[in-house]
């Protein structure tokens, strides 16, 4: 059997696809999921109840193509992110990835740059590749922190079209201060550069912490991109947005696919934002586990990230791989993000989470007794 390496070869694949990786996080079905920082909780029974019946409503009408401009959902969207915006401000697609690809399809491309600062959504580099844009990456400063000095200099020295700050940050956790961001969009005035604060965990930030959505008066290239799969609990949607300049709409609108949003995503959308303060409790929920699995993991001699995402950042691990190796095999799948004594874990219920921290307890503990039978 030819590797798919090999199949592919046979095509007329473009040459700055050849040899890359798809995205591909491990999809196992094992009892307990905490590897693609999805939302634990589920859909609550009334948003359930509303969405179905939204949806049904939208089925009657399946054969006519949707509104193409997401009227209704673009004042919803805008309603509940406040700030003073506006629908015009507010954009959506098909999760904040496909959010990503039209910044990427109108801003970038062939003969253009994006930068970003790993480590990071791995999808950027991905998304970039696709639309022909060139990748540029930048160095954090120890524990993975960004200053407004560094971020400058690196914006400015690469003199890239589009910039990619990841506020909480995947897969480190933590929210970056808006003086980065201001400092960033300071220094790419040159370069006319989008800056893109992608706050897809935006609603999991630790209390007091300010969203990028504050910066937006007189900054006609700062994008803000959220997304409903993750406080929402929809990430089988797809449902992802932005807020930014009126204009940056109408760039959009220009590679956008017609009707890129289907009815049935539309009022999945609209019925879910009519119940947003139930779901939003349930964030509130995640948000304690993920403090008990920061103070856990701190108690179990790691050392984890200050979060203020649904998940948790951890080093200080010998053998990251075979951690993660023996709790898959306990039935509970956390994420290796390939960076050396770490690991990445979403924030579960609380029977999920004392599962995980429960594995992991004597996980590490036998690896202790193994070493100290060594030693003896
Ligand atoms: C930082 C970040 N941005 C964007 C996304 C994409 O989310 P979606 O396409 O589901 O909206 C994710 C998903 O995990 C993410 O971690």
């Known amino acids: 059997m030819p590797s798919s390496a090999e199949s592919l070869a046979n095509l007329p694949l473009r040459d700055d696809l050849l040899g890359l990786s798809p995205y591909g996080a491990p999809q196992v079905d094992v009892p307990i999921l905490l590897n693609v920082n999805e939302n634990t909780h589920g859909v609550p029974a009334d948003v359930h109840a509303a ?23 673009r004042r919803n969207l805008a309603a509940y992110l406040g700030h003073g915006l506006s629908p015009d401000q507010v954009w959506a697609a098909n999760g904040s990835n496909e959010v990503l690809q039209q910044v990427l399809q109108a801003f970038g491309g062939p003969g253009r740059t994006a930068l970003g600062f790993p480590p990071t959504y791995s999808m950027y580099p991905l998304l970039s590749s696709g639309t022909g844009t060139r990748y540029l990456t930048a160095e954090r400063e120890e524990d993975y922190a960004m200053t407004p000095e560094a971020t400058a200099r690196a914006v400015r020295a690469s003199a890239a079209n589009i910039v990619f700050l ?35 965990y935006g609603e999991f930030a630790q209390e007091g912490t300010p969203s990028a959505l504050t910066l937006l008066p007189g900054r006609p290239r700062l994008l803000v991109s959220r997304t409903m799969s993750k406080a929402f609990a929809l990430a089988g949607a797809r449902i992802g947005y932005l807020a930014a ?13 017609p009707y890129h949003l289907s009815a049935i995503t539309q009022a999945t959308a609209n019925a879910a934002l009519t119940h947003a303060r139930t779901l939003l409790s349930n964030v509130e929920a995640i948000k304690v586990q993920r403090d008990r699995i920061v103070a856990e993991l701190q108690r179990l001699g790691l050392r984890p ?9 951890f080093s200080g691990l010998e053998d990251p791989h075979r951690i993660w190796e023996d709790l898959l095999a306990a039935g509970v799948l956390v994420r290796d993000v390939g960076i050396a004594g770490s690991l990445r874990v979403t924030a579960g219920t609380e029977e999920e989470t004392t599962a995980f921290l429960t594995v992991l307890g004597s996980l590490l503990e036998s690896q202790r007794d193994d070493q100290s039978q060594r030693s003896a």
């Open 51 to 73: 969405i179905i019946e939204a949806v049904g409503k939208a089925t009657l009408g399946l054969n006519r193509y949707p509104d193409r401009e997401f009227a209704e959902l």
């Open 166 to 200: 990841c506020s909480p940050n995947n897969p480190t956790g933590t929210a970056l201060g808006l003086d980065v961001i201001e400092a960033a969009y300071q220094a790419g005035e040159a370069a006319r550069a989008i800056i893109i604060v992608d706050e897809a």
């Open 245 to 257: 300049a009126p204009e940056v709409a109408d760039a959009l609108r220009l590679v956008r696919l």
């Open 305 to 313: 990230s200050p979060s203020d995402a649904n998940f948790v950042f």
